[in-house]
């Protein structure tokens, strides 16, 4: 008889598709089109919907307490079914671990296949906030990399194109015979 013992993880890139779609409707078709909009507090306030929306479109569904954070260690970004060499390429954040505010992104060239990589979802991002957004960009943190082991600890980007999300539901099976 089977029971619960690895952790099962759930395809979840759809439900994440549907947030990130939210989001850039709500950006590019609510506030970006009024010019009058387009300044820094406009920005502030988008970026305060985004635990509302996650919430409601990610959160509630799949059972989870949020707070304050969105995603964290139990999403994790892998090379998509697509894309069977992996991610083409990772930007990792240059600047040291933990460092705030923007970022220094340095392209590392793949392809990094899904056991060679092991990438937290932190968020979702674009280059250009004060323009029409594509959030094009999964914010990552990497667990394990293993072409260098320096970019460990590191914020990453990846492409949503290439990716897929898990989510690790936290369910056990356990053979027990």
């Known amino acids: 008889m089977g029971c619960l013992k690895n952790m099962s993880s759930l395809n979840v890139t759809e ?13 590019n078709s609510c506030i970006w089109v009024d010019e009058g909009l387009r300044n820094w507090e406009s920005v502030y306030s988008w970026r305060e919907l985004k635990i509302p929306l996650f919430k ?23 090379p998509n079914s697509m ?38 979802l932190l968020d979702i991002a674009d280059f250009t906030p004060m323009g029409y957004v594509d959030l094009r960009f999964y914010v990552v943190l990497v667990d394990y ?22 989510w690790n539901n936290g369910i056990h099976p356990m053979n027990t015979t």
């Not at 994440?16 to 709500?26: E, G, M, N, S």
């Not at 509630?60 to 954070?69: A, C, K, N, S, V």
């Not at 082991?149 to 290439?162: I, N």
């Open 15 to 27: 439900m994440v598709q549907r947030y990130r779609q939210a989001l850039r409707f709500v950006w």
């Open 145 to 166: 990399f293993q072409p260098d082991q320096s970019c460990v600890g590191h914020r990453a980007l990846v492409d949503v194109t290439f990716a897929d999300v898990l």
């Open 56 to 78: 409601t479109l990610i959160a509630d569904p799949l059972g989870l307490q949020t707070g304050e954070t969105m995603f964290g260690p139990n999403f994790q970004v892998v």
């Open 83 to 120: 894309f069977v060499e992996g991610f083409p390429e990772i930007a990792i954040d240059a600047r040291p671990p933990g460092t705030p505010d923007g970022a220094v992104w340095r392209s590392v060239k793949g392809p990094f296949k899904s056991d060679q990589v092991k990438l937290t």
